[in-house]
């Protein structure tokens, strides 16, 4: 059984900056494609970026130039570097990983249990 286990969110102002963590134990993230998903409040989970070897990385158009995902796979872990944040950003923030390189939360097989950014003006 894997398990993931997200870290990092916090509160920032506008144009902070925040690194989420994504930790996993019980099996290798090597083979797995990491997504990281997000959900606001009053709103569904939607799909924000995702990174596989063989593949690279695929943002949603909103975070492009201004997210960055990436994997330490010595750590066994995953990572999403969020920066020029904005209150739209705001959300629980989710990590997942899957077998299939695909923006659809169907295709994830395991999830973190989220982690809160706010996003404040």
């Known amino acids: 059984q894997v398990q993931l286990a997200e870290s990092g969110g916090g509160s920032v102002q506008v144009g902070g900056s925040l690194n989420l963590s994504c930790a996993a134990s019980?099996?290798?993230?090597?083979?797995?494609?990491i997504g990281w998903f997000r959900q606001a409040p009053g709103k569904e989970r939607e799909f924000v970026a995702m990174e596989w070897t063989y593949s690279g990385q695929y943002y949603r158009e909103s975070v492009k130039g201004r997210f960055t995902i990436s994997r330490d796979s010595a750590r066994n872990m995953g990572f999403l570097q969020m920066n020029s944040l904005k209150p739209e950003d705001t959300a629980v923030y989710y990590c997942a990983i899957g077998t299939r390189y695909a923006t659809y939360q169907s295709e994830y097989i395991y999830w973190g249990q989220g982690t809160q950014v706010t996003v404040s003006s």
């Open positions: 019980g099996h290798s993230l090597s083979t797995y494609v």
